[in-house]
């Protein structure tokens, strides 16, 4: 009778990969020998994150690391200074930490040490000034960070510029207001993989959520980066000079998801040249922004590969909606929440003419078509207030 004892090493790690993190280290393992053989496997590490708490002291930490020098990626939460040293001591090849505090001192120590560091995300515990922390401390990148995600802060646009300027082969910026799982959008249609070299073409991805102390300089930095696919600006103060008179000036092919939402000084008529500047967009959110009924037809007309839009608060009607069968034929996801001038019986004529449309409509509750799905990919974030 075939037993688990039968499975070569190789089969057993494929089996373990699957496993938790967790699992692994506190029971998996014991179980004989040859299994224990096979957690502490490179293969089976390569994709896990190993998390590492306040939980810990310090001996049994240095003894889980003892086991795992070839460890990539770690989730640190409240672990102390020694903890920090003798983590950054056992694994310098570190790839990636998930860091769930932000203690000044130990930004300092994991960044300043960590050469290899490629991945870094932050979670403050209290919504904070990024500049602020960042003083606290003499701080600097990794020239390697290809992604930088900061969330619960805000930011001036200070730190942005000076990641932008110190990591060459940065690929990904995030700083966020709120602590949330961002993944999705920044490998949002990534290109095919190509050998990376220093330099501004590396760029792709920009999300600021919560931008309103950012002023134009940071806009006339991005122009430099012309291979940008992914740029939101959430929670803006960005006037139309501002909009119009730098990255929107020329067309910006690359970009397939722009978010622009609260807007609440940028006019319709700058959002018409932000629009025109933009042909390739697949993703479009302007949540309470000045969209009416004059962008709305620019969208429609300007836009064919358009696969979600965001108008919700917006101020328009159902003027152009008929229209959307024809120039839109890729729309598979339309949020009109608190859009109060909307005529449903425009909506429910709408998603028979187009069976793969999901809308979610101005007073809750959604419409949609008979070969759309029951609740499309973009909407399921909605419940995530962040994504999409």
């Not at 070569?8 to 280290?25: G, H, R, T, V, Y």
């Not at 983590?87 to 130990?106: A, E, H, I, M, T």
Request: glycine share 2%; aromatic share 8%.
């Amino acid at each position: 009778m075939a037993s688990t004892k039968d499975l070569p090493p190789e089969m057993l790690q494929m089996i373990f990969s699957l496993c938790s993190a967790s699992d692994l280290l506190n029971s998996v393992q014991y179980v004989s020998n040859k299994w224990r053989e096979s957690v502490l496997s490179p293969l089976v590490w390569k994709n896990k994150t190993f998390p590492i708490s306040s939980t810990y002291n310090l001996d049994e930490l240095k003894l889980r690391l003892s086991d795992l020098p070839f460890l990539k990626n770690v989730s640190l939460d409240d672990v102390s200074m020694d903890g920090i040293s003798l983590l950054c001591d056992s694994c310098p090849s570190l790839q990636r930490v998930f860091l769930n505090y932000g203690d000044p001192k130990v930004l300092e120590s994991v960044t300043s040490r960590l050469m290899c560091l490629t991945y870094l995300d932050i979670c403050f515990h209290i919504c904070c000034k990024l500049e602020v922390i960042f003083q606290e401390c003499a701080f600097s990148f990794p020239s390697l960070l290809s992604t930088a995600i900061f969330q619960k802060c805000t930011t001036d646009g200070t730190v942005p510029l000076a990641l932008l300027n110190s990591c060459q082969f940065l690929e990904h910026l995030a700083v966020l207001f709120f602590d949330c799982d961002i993944k999705a959008e920044l490998s949002l249609k990534e290109k095919d993989s190509v050998t990376k070299t220093p330099g501004k073409h590396n760029l792709r991805s920009i999300y600021l959520c919560g931008a309103t102390l950012c002023n134009r300089n940071l806009m006339n930095v991005i122009t430099q980066y012309p291979d940008i696919r992914l740029l939101a600006l959430k929670h803006n103060v960005f006037d139309d000079s501002d909009v119009q008179g730098t990255l929107f000036m020329k067309p910006q092919p690359n970009i397939v998801f722009l978010d622009l939402s609260y807007s609440f000084k940028s006019s319709a008529d700058a959002l018409v040249t932000v629009i025109k500047a933009c042909p390739n967009l697949e993703f479009l959110l302007l949540r309470r922004s000045c969209v009416d009924d004059k962008v709305l037809e620019v969208i429609i007309n300007s836009l064919n590969k358009l696969q979600y839009l965001n108008l919700h608060g917006t101020q328009i009607t159902s003027q152009h909606f008929l229209s959307m069968p024809e120039k839109l034929p890729k729309l598979t996801a339309l949020n009109l929440c608190v859009c109060r001038r909307i005529d449903p019986h425009v909506l429910i004529e709408l998603v028979n003419l187009m069976p793969e449309l999901h809308i979610v409509k101005p007073r809750g509750g959604s419409v949609r078509g008979a070969k759309a799905s029951e609740i499309p990919y973009q909407f399921q974030e909605e419940r995530n207030v962040l994504k999409y």
